[in-house]
């Protein structure tokens, strides 16, 4: 320890941090830019992949056996609750069906194609999280082989919950809308309000106290309310329209009084995601 | 009768079930530990390391080398950012090398290198992540969100698990 700054060292340090910035920026400006890292690190993340499922299978096996328990304790209340509900989903599903059905009638005697909300669903089982605490993401068990691209969507559960960062063959990373970071991924969201208008807008931040996306930037003067449903619009980019992301939870004026900021409550639950559907745009 | 298994063998397999379970931990536990503002980080696989350290001659195993792979592995896998923690883990191993030398081999002084240790991680992490703008460089966002709870639960991992490891090194060591 005496010598710690000798010559040697020092250059080794050097050299090392110098390499360590360069891999940095390098990995940084491939993941903005291209769709898939290069394949040395394509092949080494399929491999590890593989080798992780060992650990993560009955890991999550275990943890599945926990909630199975927890689940059977809530039973009946549960039952209660969703009985009566379920003639309600019922009637709105048959509704649905005729609708899409009448939807597809109309399209084919317009001679439209696939319209913005067109999307297939590719379902995928999460392997593992990323333990960090600057970034929110997963890895999940379907990579380029199963016809994912960069950017896609994904949806867990009721809602979105975030976007594909990065495409291996047989596994890729999502980003979830958690990720506080300004670089990462932006939605284009509409909110209709409860006069049937729209209001286009970006999700910009995310609020990690009150665990509520921020949707900023509106200067539409539309009357926005508590409760009122956000889903992406579609807009720019491979992201279908009307996917579910949550309800307003409260409206505020941004920091210089000129725009809306609407925090939306994710109807998701960030943090017990184990299966996804990735959402491709037909 | 028993097989021989070479210390090496243990280790290398330790090392990436340890790998593993850092993320199979962030998933499974996941509304535990990053329910927000806080997060409680789990650095299995430097414990594992350090562990290793102070129960093996690691010189022998090339436990440096060792650490820059795994630490490539994470950067790759886990991360998606290369040129972290492929630096960050043997710098931190080495290092409590160093201080481990010059103190008495027992409990306590390995709570404190590893103390060391996971503060220089989890400092290296941050400022690699205000690099590329992952994160605003805030004091109380790294120190009382992220480093006084990531640090009360790998001192914990590290309470539950110096004996069990030191036993089993201890058998495998004398029998190989």
């Given amino acids: 320890m005496q010598k710690f700054f000798s010559n040697r060292k020092l250059v080794i340090i050097v050299v090392c941090l110098i390499i360590s910035l360069g891999l940095m920026t390098l990995s940084v400006t491939v993941r903005n830019r291209k769709g898939s890292p290069n394949l040395i690190q394509q092949f080494g993340n399929d491999i590890t992949g593989f080798a992780d499922r060992v650990v993560s299978v009955p890991m999550n096996g275990i943890s599945g056996g926990f909630v199975a328990v927890k689940n059977l304790v809530n039973t009946y209340q549960e039952n209660e609750k969703l009985k009566s509900k379920v003639e309600q989903l019922t009637q709105t599903q048959v509704k649905d069906q005729v609708l899409e059905k009448e939807n597809s009638q109309l399209k084919r005697q317009l001679q439209i194609g696939n319209t913005l909300t067109s999307y297939d669903k590719i379902n995928a089982a999460v392997i593992t999280r990323t333990p960090s605490s600057w970034t929110s993401q997963i890895i999940i068990n379907k990579g380029s082989a199963a016809g994912i691209k960069k950017n896609m969507p994904v949806i867990a559960g009721a809602g979105l919950i975030g976007s594909v960062v990065e495409v291996n063959k047989t596994n890729s990373k999502v980003v979830l809308i958690s990720n506080t970071s300004e670089n990462s991924n932006r939605f284009a969201v509409q909110l209709i309000n409860s006069q049937n208008k729209t209001v286009n807008g970006i999700i910009t931040s995310y609020d990690e106290n009150a665990n509520e996306v921020v949707m900023g930037n509106i200067t539409a003067k539309m009357s926005i309310k508590k409760g009122d449903k956000v889903t992406t619009s579609g807009l720019g980019g491979v992201i279908p329209k009307g996917i579910y992301i949550g309800k307003v939870a409260k409206v505020a004026q941004d920091d210089y009084g000129l725009a809306k900021k609407v925090y939306v409550k994710p109807a998701a639950d960030l943090h017990d995601i184990e299966a996804v559907s990735v959402a491709v745009r037909q | ?176």
């Avoid at chain 2, 650095?43 to 436990?63: A, I, M, P, Q």
């Avoid at chain 2, 630490?71 to 886990?78: L, P, Q, S, V």
């Fill in chain 2, 1 to 176: 009768m028993r097989r021989r298994i070479p210390v090496a063998a243990v280790f290398a397999i330790g090392l990436f079930i340890f790998f593993f379970l850092d993320g199979s931990i962030s998933q499974v536990c996941s509304g535990l530990l990053y329910a927000a503002p806080n997060s409680l980080v789990p650095y299995l696989t430097v414990l594992w390391l350090v562990l290793t350290d102070f129960f093996t001659n690691s010189r022998k195993l090339h436990l440096l080398m060792w650490a820059a792979v795994i630490g490539f592995i994470f950067d790759m896998y886990y991360v998606g950012i290369l040129g972290v923690y492929v630096f960050v883990f043997p710098l931190v191993i080495y290092l409590g090398q160093g201080i481990y030398e010059t103190m008495p081999r027992n409990f306590l002084s390995g709570f404190l290198v590893y103390f060391i240790d996971i503060t220089l991680t989890i400092g290296l992490d941050f400022l690699a992540n205000v690099f590329i703008g992952q994160v605003e460089p805030s004091a109380t966002i790294f120190l009382v969100n992220t480093l006084a709870p990531t640090l009360a639960i790998n001192l914990l991992f590290f309470a539950v698990l110096y004996f069990p490891i030191e036993s089993l090194y201890l058998k495998y060591r004398r029998r190989g």
